[in-house]
């Protein structure tokens, strides 16, 4: 099988680094999102200043790291800054939603150079989304004068359960197609890149983790809510990704036994009762029975009505529009007061297409965590909107490629090993 992340070309550039110093020190300056200097890298390692020095000299041999202007002067020396130079190469970000293609080229450290979009059905396939995919980051490459060779990593977010191991999608319900594809091997041949691929929530919530609402939040649930529901907890400041890969996919949790048909086959999963679909179906029937004239008449004009549109009727105070939203966020709520019990987070970031349908779903988000879960729990609890928007998934995805290859593998540094307080010791 010709798995790229086992080709020759593609292991001898990953893990990019070349020990576990060196991948805590890019790991630092990446999470930092700006000039380091040599100091605050010290201050927040557990190694030596010689260690430190040496290693960040060989960063520099290795392109990876680049001196960046001076530290203000507290009266001493002014000491040098250091970052990571576009020339370390570039990370293709792909972030495929159920209806939309984005790819962005980025710096290793995570800055966007470039970005693309379009919708797209992710139900016309693998073969074609995939196309479409690497056409776009063609053009972006084209654009900015670089070629296949400057990708040093790939990272893909999918709208579906993720087997993380081996990189595919395993069974997801919206995706005919998508089951066991070999993702990866779609980029191999033209790019010797490897490809980290992950749940489209998975990459959210590690983008708003690094550089949206969520930085610097070490417990942290971030929720999507658009064509699908999904959820990315961040723990300890990872994500937290469970034994398969799924850990967070609330879309499927039963809110009620006797509700409608999922796209999973299970009745009244949360997903068909209050994503994006659902509303627009329980509006146009609300619609056609006639509790809303503004319903009706948007309806009679677009030929269907979408989430979006509930979202525009709701922002012109329609009563039924506002409660069919206020019941999609009310059912949301219940799910997440169970997840603050189980997880007691400190931020729960909410993103995806029906989060943009006004206060009126947020609030009834907030209203039904806050009645339903202890109030320890939500003492110092912010419920917010994601900031990022539509870039948390290429962010995300860019920081999963930058990670994965600057992350030193368990193989070569058996941590769970050294019986230094792991799990279960
Ligand atoms: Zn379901």
Request: with cysteine; net charge negative.
């Amino acid at each position: 099988m010709n798995d790229p992340l086992q080709s020759k070309e593609a292991r001898s550039r990953y893990p990019l680094v070349e020990n576990q110093v060196q991948a805590q020190i890019m790991a630092l300056v990446h999470v930092e999102a700006r000039p380091i200097s040599r100091g605050q890298l010290v201050g927040a390692l557990d190694s030596s200043r010689t260690k430190i020095s040496t290693e960040v000299g060989r960063l520099i041999e290795l392109g990876l790291l680049a001196e960046d202007g001076f530290a203000e002067s507290d009266g001493g020396r002014r000491s040098s800054l250091l970052s990571i130079p576009r020339s370390a190469g570039l990370i293709a970000a792909i972030d495929f939603g159920a209806t939309s293609i984005d790819v962005a080229l980025t710096t290793l450290g995570s800055e966007i150079v470039a970005h693309k979009g379009e919708p797209a059905d992710i139900k016309d396939g693998p073969q074609t989304i995939l196309a479409r995919a690497k056409t776009l980051l063609s053009e972006l490459l084209e654009e900015q004068v670089a070629e296949p060779s400057d990708v040093i990593s790939i990272g893909v977010g999918v709208p579906g359960p993720v087997h993380q191991a081996a990189g595919v999608l395993r069974s997801p319900p919206i995706m005919p197609g998508w089951d066991r594809f070999p993702i990866r091997s779609a980029f191999a041949g033209e790019y010797a890149a490897p490809v980290f691929v992950d749940n489209d929530v998975n990459v959210m919530a590690l983008g708003e983790h690094w550089g949206g609402v969520g930085r610097g939040v070490d417990n942290l649930l971030v929720i999507k809510v658009g064509t699908g529901i999904g959820g990315g907890i961040i723990t300890d400041g990872r994500l937290y990704r469970g034994t398969q890969g799924c850990a967070g996919d609330i879309g499927h949790i039963c809110v009620d036994p006797s509700g409608p048909v999922c796209t999973c086959g299970n009745l009244g999963c949360l997903e068909a009762m209050a994503a994006a679909p659902s509303i627009a179906l329980e509006a146009e029937r609300r619609a056609r029975e006639g509790a809303s004239s503004a319903l009706a008449a948007m309806l009679e004009e677009r030929g269907e009505l979408t989430a979006e549109a509930v979202g525009e009727a709701a922002g012109l105070g329609d009563y039924e529009a506002l409660s069919v939203i206020r019941g999609s966020g009310r059912l949301i709520g219940r799910v997440l007061a169970t997840l603050v019990s189980v997880l007691n987070p400190s931020l729960i970031v909410i993103g995806g297409g029906v989060s943009r349908s006004g206060h009126v779903f947020l609030a009834e988000i907030r209203s039904a965590v806050y009645q339903r879960s202890l109030p320890l729990a939500t003492r110092n609890l912010p419920i917010v909107l994601s900031e990022l928007e539509n870039d948390a998934g290429i962010v995300g995805a860019s920081v999963l490629a930058a990670q994965s290859v600057l992350h030193v593998s368990s193989h070569e540094v058996p941590i769970a090993r050294t019986g230094q307080g792991g799990a279960g010791t």
